[in-house]
């Protein structure tokens, strides 16, 4: 520990806190592309299209017209309205405007969510593999994952059986994404509704519904878990506007409610950020009440690109694929690679496999420990298709050195 460490002593918080690993991956690919290596990355969760022109334009509009001030702690009355219409009109739930809380994206949405929720030592049900920051973001509210893990042969989908074993007198909460991040993997509503029956004899329990890859989904309608009667009154759904608009760095996200949780989240943002950004608010109001021809033309190019990297992944010996059905990730399980080695570096994990294919094939991929599944790796299909090959091209050259 250096003396400035002694001096000036960090909380046991942040030091007990765990590293983003997809930021840290992304961080290590630009490393080494400031070096000349020429690395594919593919380890970040973002669209690799720009924001559609007339969500700009409607920005820029805002700007013109001086709409720069500090906004409602819940956002814009005329977004709180276009996101209530939104999820009627989408999903069939029925928000309130008063039961809206946008905040400075998804991440915060959550965060919120968790610091008027859980205190110290209430249980979270956190259904794996998960997006890698619940697990840190419920510790740091104080408290306790329970991880509920299904495998790829599961399609990565816990059942409801699953979920009532691991439901006890502290259990506060149900959080999970679908389609989820990492693996694609979608509850159908059959599954959904099962689930629902599981958690509707606890009323302590709130279901918190990550829904921000809605808009790409591949395979029927997009079902939230707040649709079904059992649990409609307790249910929190969480979703934003980067990855369905490509607005990742507008940084807008949104949850509906019910009323007694958006009000404390409201007050929780107050004391933290207060509102998002004015005239980033206004262009969100476009997005969702405007044409989503853009955002359909997205979901069908990652519909093909997803087709052509499930086809190229599962040509490669020793890895296990499944088939995503929303999304833009492919999460194989690598652990048939698992005690092999070229030689001169051995793999004895899904860490060590991903640091294997940057420096070796010079692609960034996402262990799949920091999703709660050590014997799988994350890549994303936010790339052009030739990018998309090469990669997996050099993947698969790489692999073929382990013996």
Same mark, same amino acid.
């Given at each position: ?30 490393? &080494?592309?400031?070096? @000349?290596? %020429? !690395? $594919?990355? =593919? ?9 559609? +022109?007339? /969500?700009?334009?409607?920005a ?12 409602p ?12 219409h ?14 809206i ?6 991440k ?8 008027? &929720?859980?205190?110290? @030592?209430? %249980? !979270? $049900?956190? =259904? ?9 973001? +419920?510790? /740091? ?30 259990t506060?909460?149900?959080l ?5 991040n ?9 599954e959904?509704?099962e689930?629902a ?17 809605e ?7 997009? +079902?939230? /878990?707040?649709?079904?009667d059992?649990?409609?009154?307790r ?9 369905g608009f ?7 996200g ?12 409201s ?5 933290f950020t207060?509102?998002a ?14 044409d ?6 997205m ?50 994990n ?18 799949g ?35």
């Amino acid at each position: 520990m250096s003396i400035l460490e002694k001096v000036h002593p960090l909380s046991d918080k942040v030091m007990r806190m765990a590293e983003s690993e997809t930021l840290r991956m992304a961080a290590l690919a630009r490393e &080494l592309k400031s070096q @000349g290596k %020429e !690395v $594919i990355n =593919l380890s970040i969760g973002e669209p690799d299209f720009d924001t559609p +022109v007339h /969500i700009k334009e409607a920005a820029k509009k805002a700007l013109d017209e001086g709409f720069t001030k500090y906004t409602p702690v819940p956002g814009i009355p005329e977004l709180r309205e276009a996101i209530s219409h939104k999820l009627k009109r989408d999903n069939g739930l029925d928000f309130k405007p008063s039961q809206i809380v946008v905040s400075n994206g998804a991440k915060q949405s959550l965060a919120n969510v968790f610091f008027s &929720l859980l205190n110290e @030592g209430d %249980e !979270v $049900i956190v =259904l794996a593999p998960y997006w890698v920051s619940y697990i840190e973001m +419920v510790k /740091i509210a104080g408290g306790k994952p329970v991880v509920v893990f299904a495998g790829i042969e599961q399609d990565y989908k816990a059942t409801a059986a699953q979920i009532a074993e691991a439901i006890s007198p502290r259990t506060k909460a149900l959080l999970f994404s679908s389609p989820c991040n990492p693996t694609g993997s979608v509850y159908s509503k059959e599954e959904l509704e099962e689930i629902a029956n599981v958690v509707a004899p606890y009323p302590e329990i709130t279901v918190i519904s990550d829904e921000i890859y809605e808009y790409i989904t591949f395979a029927g309608e997009h +079902v939230s /878990i707040g649709t079904f009667d059992q649990v409609k009154d307790r249910t929190v759904v969480v979703n934003g506007f980067s990855k369905g608009f490509a607005m990742t760095g507008w940084r807008l996200g949104y949850i509906g409610a019910p009323d007694w949780l958006a009000a404390a989240c409201s007050k929780i943002q107050g004391q933290f950020t207060s509102g998002a950004n004015s005239f980033g608010q206004k262009a969100a109001v476009t997005a969702l009440t405007s044409d989503l021809g853009p955002t359909y033309q997205m979901r069908e190019a990652f519909l093909k690109r997803r087709d052509l990297v499930t086809d190229l992944l599962s040509q490669i010996p020793g890895f296990k694929v499944n088939k995503p059905l929303g999304a833009f990730y492919s999460f194989p399980d690598i652990s048939n690679f698992f005690g092999k080695s070229d030689g001169t570096f051995t793999i004895n994990n899904a860490d060590d496999f991903s640091e294997f294919i940057i420096h070796k094939a010079q692609v960034a991929l996402v262990s799949g420990a920091a999703f709660g599944a050590d014997q799988c790796i994350r890549l994303s299909f936010a790339a052009s298709e030739e990018e998309l090959v090469t990669a997996i091209r050099n993947i698969g050259e790489a692999v073929a050195l382990l013996k």
